[in-house]
């Protein structure tokens, strides 16, 4: 069942309020920019979509527009983050910080400032736009990085809640965001801390952990309200921040269940799969059946097209937990 | 800021002592680079002991004047300029390259204060002071900042996307130094990639540049002095340099850039720097 201290949507399986998760950022960076002067934001010719018009339109002066320009536009932010100011910089994930890989390892994470690094169009809610713009590769360039925070939240509440902790964390971040609606689990009383990951299904007795990161996290819960009609208890964790991983949460929930299936929008492969795969083996050996993409690329489509035939729907989730449930050691 | 005869000699025996200094660390470090470094000496004697307004002893002053090198590879005439400076006793400069160090092979700026950034990897220094130079303006800051590049890495297409922020947001406070010797590790400049003409290119941008001689202290001092004068355009200090210069049998040789002297070299090139030392005082005298 839901669990009632998140305070998520009484109506979350109705799916009524949708929003793409980009939305959350525009209106948690200009929350962000009323609060402290030194967020600036700056754009490489994509101010509409990436949402950072709407800091544009009200902080004039502290919006930065570089043109198309994803490698410039990092290493202008190093140097204004150097200088104490708090940049975001947004562009679509596959040029930033896919274009841009080295000059965020080198001027942002290895140089410790505090650029917030925003990559929409993340995953394949880009849809028909196909798979040059389709980054399904983002989180795992991001993690292998020393330094660097990575946030990757599930629905527009939660976008604008992460832009106004990254304004405040003093930390290289990447912010992950997608263009799709998708909808909206959390209210303004949800809590988030970065690093805190948020159980936000648990059954009785569950037997099988679910740990889901993204807009994805909708359709685990939806898998796991299903399977607990027919007596497969799960719980299901948002994974909201990637890295640092929320350690005791995913082990003591792994130890308690026995099993695990990871969830999300991204090659399995350095993404969520990846680090939760890491992280049980150190610590805690667990079954795992990973729900992602399987070494493959995108292409053009409707999103929910997209996620029924890389394998990411409601189905494919509840065949993984029935999978996870029968390796229970 | 003015430059006088007595001033020009008092830097040139500095540059004389930064080059002793580069000499012996990159021969202790057993690799490293020779001919930028040697090349970029007069340049960093006059900016650490003329021209930047900084404090050794308080490198995190707030109203400092900025120096970023983009061109992480020739750390060693920064290190030795900062050495001599004051930043950290000389003989620190002998761990240059080794384990444990604040030297490192290239610089990182949160292991030694004084550093305005990490970097090494080509390209992004002019974005990263353009983006320092944008906030310090927004803010009505008076420092200036100032961007040591080289050629070679304007090849990359990071230094023109650098170039183009600079000059289209007006930032008359960036001032551009580029160390123009012609040589890159795999060859002559103009042979690996051709970049000239340099100084027109930079024009056509919207630069304001000025043409030098890169080992002429009193003709930088001036450039420097001219470039905070245009307030509405960066500058580029176009400084033609002699890679490997003060030691006649490496310049302007490209196999001279990415390697050190070995200990034999070493002492034959102290010897002749230590000749031109004594020959500069004998000016004076």
Not at chain 1, 154 to 159: K, L, N, Q, R, V
Not at chain 2, 141 to 146: C, I, S
Not at chain 2, 209 to 214: A, N, P, S, T
């Amino acid at each position: 069942m839901i669990q009632k201290d998140l305070h998520l949507r009484e109506d979350v399986f109705e799916g009524k309020e949708k929003a793409p998760t980009r939305n959350g950022f525009g209106k948690g960076v200009v929350e962000a920019g009323r609060a402290d002067a030194r967020v600036v934001v700056l754009s490489a010719d994509l101010a509409e979509s990436t949402r950072a018009d709407a800091f544009q339109k009200e902080f004039p002066e502290r919006f930065v527009e570089v043109g198309v320009a994803e490698q410039n536009m990092a290493t202008v932010a190093s140097g204004m983050a150097a200088y104490g100011k708090i940049p975001f910089i947004t562009s679509y994930a596959t040029f930033s910080p896919g274009r841009n890989w080295e000059q965020i390892r080198t001027t942002i994470a290895l140089n410790n400032v505090p650029v917030k690094i925003c990559g929409m169009h993340a995953g394949l809610l880009t849809g028909p736009d196909g798979a040059t713009h389709q980054a399904l590769e983002d989180i795992a360039l991001v993690r292998a990085m020393p330094n660097m925070i990575v946030i990757s939240p599930c629905d527009a509440e939660e976008g604008r809640k992460a832009a106004l902790a990254a304004a405040k964390n003093g930390l290289p971040t990447y912010l992950r965001f997608a263009r799709d609606k998708t909808p909206v689990m959390t209210t303004p009383e949800t809590p988030f801390e970065i690093g805190k990951a948020q159980v936000f299904w648990k059954s009785k007795n569950p037997k099988v952990a679910v740990f889901a990161t993204g807009p994805l996290v909708y359709n685990a819960l939806l898998a796991a309200r299903e399977l607990e009609e027919k007596g497969i208890g799960t719980a299901v964790v948002n994974v909201h921040t990637i890295k640092p991983l929320d350690r005791e949460t995913i082990v003591s929930l792994a130890r308690e269940t026995g099993s695990a299936v990871t969830v999300e929008e991204h090659q399995i492969t350095g993404g969520l799969g990846g680090a939760i795969a890491e992280l049980l083996a150190r610590e805690c050996p667990t079954p795992i059946e990973f729900v992602g993409i399987e070494d493959k690329f995108g292409q053009s489509g409707e999103p929910k097209e997209l996620v029924e035939y890389y394998g990411l729907g409601v189905s494919h989730i509840v065949a993984a937990i029935k999978r996870a449930a029968k390796r229970r050691g | 800021m003015t430059i006088i005869d007595e001033d020009v000699r008092r830097i040139k025996l500095l540059a004389n002592s930064i080059r002793q200094t580069i000499v012996r660390m990159l021969a202790a470090a057993g690799s490293g680079h020779t001919a930028g470094p040697l090349g970029m000496s007069d340049i960093f004697a006059a900016l650490y002991f003329h021209v930047l307004k900084h404090d050794p002893k308080n490198p995190n002053w707030p109203e400092r004047d900025r120096l970023f090198l983009s061109n992480g590879h020739i750390a060693p005439v920064l290190y030795a300029s900062m050495a001599h400076s004051g930043y950290f006793p000389v003989e620190e400069c002998l761990t240059l390259r080794k384990f444990g160090s604040r030297l490192q092979g290239h610089p990182e700026r949160e292991l030694l204060p004084g550093l305005e950034s990490t970097s090494g990897p080509l390209g992004s220094g002019i974005s990263q002071a353009a983006g320092y130079a944008y906030a310090a303006r927004m803010d009505g800051k008076d420092f200036r900042v100032y961007v040591a590049t080289s050629d070679g890495e304007h090849d990359e297409g990071n230094s023109w996307e650098g170039a183009m922020f600079a000059a289209a947001k007006k930032l008359g406070n960036l001032t551009q130094i580029i160390d123009r010797n012609f040589i890159q590790i795999d060859g002559n400049t103009e042979d690996v990639m051709p970049l000239e003409p340099f100084g027109d290119k930079y024009r056509a941008f919207g630069w304001h540049v000025i043409d030098i001689d890169g080992n002429n202290i009193r003709q930088f001092v001036l450039a420097c002095e001219e470039a905070k004068t245009v307030t509405d355009k960066p500058t580029l200090i176009h400084a033609l340099t002699v890679p490997g210069k003060g030691i006649k049998s490496i310049e302007h040789d490209y196999l001279w850039h990415g390697k050190p002297p070995s200990k034999e070299e070493e002492v034959v090139f102290l010897k002749e720097l230590s000749l031109a030392r004594e020959e500069l005082l004998e000016t004076i005298k």
